[in-house]
């Protein structure tokens, strides 16, 4: 009964709207700075993981093409498997 207590009282004291008081730090980083991989570059790169015998996790950016925002692969990561 007392454990029980414990966790209701933990659930009670949080705050789900503390990210409105204080956002976490981010940065906007523009076009200039960003390089988007070419469709060989990532190919390569999911290959290079896969012969490694990872999972290739891909990490996209965002970026304005003719008015309409596209995402835009600018690295690729490995990752094990499991």
Excluded: W
Aim: contains cysteine; positive net charge; glycine residues 6%.
């Amino acid at each position: 009964m007392i454990l029980l207590s414990v966790f209701a009282a933990g659930c009670a004291t949080t705050n789900p709207g503390d990210y409105s008081v204080n956002p976490p730090a981010q940065k906007l980083v523009v076009d200039k700075e960003v390089h988007a991989m070419t469709r060989l570059e990532t190919a390569n790169a999911i290959q290079d993981c896969q012969a490694a015998r990872t999972r290739a996790v891909v990490i996209y950016g965002r970026r304005n093409v003719g008015g309409v925002t596209r995402d835009v692969v600018v690295d690729v990561t490995c990752a094990p498997l499991y």
